[in-house]
């Protein structure tokens, strides 16, 4: 199906050329200037078969004709035009690896800059001989009440009452616990009822028998009948002696169903209310001394041994230093820790409030003998062969090392001993950033940045 802008254009093609000679050129000039039977090329046919007549040139058939020949024109110019960028394309190509070899050229050949490195800032101190080095360590112990009781009735029985709770504060020989008393005490009335019969039997047998010696004197009564009137009140004066004791023993029992507080101290645990049925030694109450703390702390047999019952030591808790005293030193050794129990009686000051059970640490001064230096632990560096380095600043301010062996460290600072000489420039802080050789921008500590 022929387009109408197709024929549009043939129709304008044979009746009128000059529009696309003015949008199109010289090439349609030149084509419309030829005759039709040279623009169109010769078609060979198979022998007997023609081509079919052609109908009779009418408007229609030129413009079929003028359409097949635009056609072909239009693919020509597209090739012509692909050419043309393709060829483009192969130009820049060849320009831009041009530039590239003549970039890379000009670099090789140019004479490079050099930059002189920026001298990394670093902090140092001059290092001086000291002949001892205190070390302090530090020893955990438990605090502990210097006293403390489970509270257990002697014998059983109903609690009827306790009179104190956990956390209160109870004074020496105050009463903390009653247990029922109804049983003993009717078992002490029984006894003082029969402690009253016997005084009767007790005075008959006395009558009895100062009749009966006075018939013995008359020599009525047989001295048998006097020996039994003897004997019968010995019998009473014992008996009553044993049921006294039996109510002495009642009376002790009521006496100590009232339990008192053996210290003053406060409570710790309760363990049973009232109501409850007890046996004999069953624990009811815990009760601890407040008033003096001890710590508990073993230590290493050599630090044992240069303690002495009542010496001044110093104890550290949540932050807080306290003197101590030193009460008692174990001559054992604890066998699970392998150390020596030492107790050292704490004296905190106003305001600190220790708690039982918790820790607090033993600290204890040693000195060990020189000479040395002290220097920072981050000043030094992992060496050789267990040995540690330091880094040096010398006057030309290029970082240099010197070995140093460690003796003691305590806290943040180490103290040492090697090569390092009194005056020395040691790099104490900023040292992983440098290494020997290179240059320095050195600063001593505390001074403000340049």
């Not at 956990?166 to 009463?175: F, I, R, S």
């Not at 009253?196 to 006395?206: C, E, R």
């Not at 009521?254 to 008192?260: D, F, G, N, P, Q």
């Not at 409850?276 to 109450?285: F, S």
């Amino acid at each position: 199906m022929v387009r109408r802008r197709h024929l549009w254009w043939a129709e304008t093609l044979t009746k009128d050329p000059e529009p696309l000679l003015i949008f199109h050129g010289p090439f349609y000039k030149r084509m419309l200037d030829q005759p039709r039977t040279a623009r169109v090329r010769p078609v060979e046919t198979p022998p007997g078969t023609g081509p079919k007549p052609e109908p009779p040139a009418g408007p229609r058939s030129r413009a079929d004709a003028a359409l097949r020949e635009l056609g072909d024109t239009s693919r020509r110019t597209a090739r012509w035009f692909f050419n043309l960028a393709a060829n483009a394309l192969n130009i820049a190509i060849a320009v831009g690896m041009v530039a590239i070899v003549y970039v890379g050229v000009r670099q090789l050949t140019a004479t490079p800059v050099v930059t002189p490195p920026v001298p990394i800032p670093v902090v140092v101190a001059a290092v001086t001989e000291v002949p001892t080095f205190t070390v302090s360590e530090r020893f955990a112990g438990r605090i502990e009440p210097r006293r403390q009781t489970a509270i257990a009735p002697e014998r059983g029985g109903r609690i009827a009452e306790i009179f104190v709770d956990e956390g209160d504060e109870v004074a020496a020989d105050a009463p903390i616990l009653q247990l029922d008393t109804r049983a003993l005490e009717a078992e002490r009335d029984r006894i003082k009822a029969q402690v009253a019969g016997i005084d009767a039997q007790t005075d008959l047998a006395q009558i009895v028998f100062d009749r009966t010696a006075q018939l013995k004197d008359r020599r009525v009564a047989t001295v048998q009948a006097f020996d039994e009137a003897r004997i019968r009140l010995q019998e009473l004066a014992a008996s009553k002696r044993e049921v006294e004791a039996a109510l002495a023993a009642v009376e002790l029992d009521i006496e100590k169903s009232l339990i008192a507080a053996p210290f003053a101290g406060r409570v710790t645990e309760r363990t049973l209310d009232e109501g409850a049925i007890l046996a004999a030694g069953t624990p009811v109450l815990t009760v601890i001394e407040t008033a003096a703390p001890r710590l508990q702390v073993g230590l290493p047999d050599a630090r044992a041994r240069g303690l002495d019952t009542g010496d001044a030591v110093t104890v550290r808790y949540g932050g807080t230093d306290m003197p101590g005293k030193v009460i008692a030193v174990r001559p054992d050794v604890h066998a699970a820790t392998q150390s020596v129990v030492t107790f050292v009686e704490l004296s905190p000051p106003d305001g600190v409030s220790l708690r039982f059970g918790d820790t607090a640490d033993l600290v204890l001064d040693s000195a060990i003998r020189g000479p040395g230096y002290v220097l920072p632990v981050k000043a030094l560096a992992e060496g050789q062969r267990g040995l540690w380095s330091v880094y040096t600043v010398g006057a030309d301010d290029v970082v240099g090392t010197e070995a140093v062996e460690i003796i003691a460290v305590a806290g943040g600072s180490a103290y040492v001993k090697g090569s390092l000489k009194t005056g020395q420039t040691v790099v104490v802080e900023g040292r992983h950033r440098v290494a020997p050789g290179e240059v320095v921008a050195p600063r001593e500590a505390g001074a403000p940045d340049r």
